[in-house]
T-cell receptor, first 118, second 112 residues
Framework: AQKVTQAQTEISVVEKEDVTLDCVYETRDTTYYLFWYKQPPSGELVFLIRRNSFDEQNEISGRYSWNFQKSTSSFNFTITASQVVDSAVYFCALSVPYSGGGADGLTFGKGTHLIIQP | DSGVTQTPKHLITATGQRVTLRCSPRSGDLSVYWYQQSLDQGLQFLIQYYNGEERAKGNILERFSAQQFPDLHSELNLSSLELGDSALYFC???????????FGPGTRLLVL
């Protein structure tokens, strides 16, 4: 069975600070997919990034960056120079493909509530 | 806007009743997923369909059922509702089963 742990329930920082959201995953499969989703106060789930298990390259997208380390089963998310609009709940998720094709539903962590204070 | 639509946005009903939630996937997506988000359980995968066929089941109760129609829209049926079924129900879609899932805005269900 898969498991995703987001140990930080809530983080509060002042605008312009950098902040890192932690994600640790568990799976016995060697092929898997990792995701981050954002849930703003309006409630929708917004896709941010997908990472395949065989691609350990870190990624940067504007103020967002992701650090994938298979050795520690972690997929951490950093926001640089945070802004009030970044306030949201952020979810890390994992899915595992079937041997015959297709993939299971996403296993989500409990989420980290990020509060950016002006 | 992800391109996934869900109706209704809000639903208030009573215990013991039955409701149907509807989802239209993004144009071209063949796979549809249903998730439940509650304070107690967090975000949980319920069930997945691919091109009309059920492909995977998660923590879906026997009182719940779903189907995907030939036009690829999907419906989630919740029956004999209990107070604990109050939650936000999300639909997601993807091009194929291994591709990224994009989520709809959700249906907020309140059972009184």
């Amino acid at each position: 069975a898969q498991k995703v742990t987001q140990a930080q329930t809530e983080i509060s920082v002042v605008e312009k600070e950098d902040v890192t959201l932690d994600c640790v995953y568990e799976t016995r499969d060697t092929t898997y997919y990792l995701f981050w989703y954002k849930q703003p106060p309006s409630g929708e789930l917004v896709f941010l990034i997908r990472r395949n298990s065989f691609d350990e390259q870190n990624e940067i997208s504007g103020r967002y960056s992701w650090n994938f380390q298979k050795s520690t089963s972690s997929f951490n998310f950093t926001i640089t120079a945070s802004q009030v609009v970044d306030s949201a709940v952020y979810f890390c998720a994992l899915s595992v493909p079937y041997s015959g094709g297709g993939a299971d539903g996403l296993t989500f962590g409990k989420g980290t509530h990020l509060i950016i204070q002006p | 806007d992800s391109g996934v639509t869900q109706t209704p946005k809000h639903l208030i009903t009573a215990t013991g009743q039955r409701v149907t939630l509807r989802c239209s996937p993004r144009s071209g997506d063949l796979s549809v997923y249903w998730y439940q988000q509650s304070l107690d359980q967090g975000l949980q995968f319920l069930i997945q369909y691919y091109n009309g066929e059920e492909r995977a089941k998660g923590n879906i109760l026997e009182r719940f059922s779903a189907q995907q129609f030939p036009d690829l829209h999907s419906e989630l049926n919740l029956s004999s509702l209990e107070l604990g079924d109050s939650a936000l129900y999300f639909c997601a879609s993807s091009v194929t089963e291994e591709e990224t899932q994009y989520f709809g805005p959700g249906t907020r269900l309140l059972v009184l």
